[in-house]
């Protein structure tokens, strides 16, 4: 059982930065993909980023590639994202989400997920 625990989002003009944070319970942090998606109200659930068990490898959605970056630190057992130059149709809520086996853009293929923290990016 894994439990993960999002924080950093918050309210930021468009240009603007924000760095969101992904505290995992367990000593298995490293054992799992990581990945970052987000929900607009009204919208489907959303691929955002992803990173490998061991950070070597990453992945992210075409509207964020450029400005948002995901890593990890497996001692801390934290997963991040950077996310720079946000627009308002960044604003949403932002779930990470851990994953057994490889690198995916698939939700259903994360097994666990975090509470979400809201990100509003302002005109």
């Known amino acids: 059982q894994v439990q993960l625990v999002e924080s950093g989002g918050g309210l930021v003009e468009a240009g603007g930065s924000l760095r969101l944070s992904c505290v995992a319970s367990?000593?298995?942090?490293?054992?799992?993909?990581m990945g970052w998606f987000r929900q607009a109200p009204g919208k489907e659930r959303e691929f955002v980023a992803a990173?490998?068990?061991?950070?070597?490898?990453?992945t992210s959605a075409d509207s964020v590639k450029g400005r948002f970056t995901i890593s990890r630190d497996n001692v801390k057992n934290t997963a991040y994202l950077q996310m720079n130059s946000l627009k308002p149709e960044d604003t949403a809520v932002y779930y990470c989400?851990?994953?057994?086996?490889?690198?995916?853009?698939?939700?259903?293929?994360?097994?666990?997920w975090g509470q979400g923290t809201q990100v509003t990016v302002s005109s």
């Open positions: 990173i490998s068990r061991s950070g070597g490898s990453t």
């Open positions: 989400a851990a994953a057994v086996g490889v690198i995916s853009t698939v939700p259903n293929e994360y097994v666990y």
């Open positions: 367990g000593r298995t942090f490293r054992s799992y993909v």
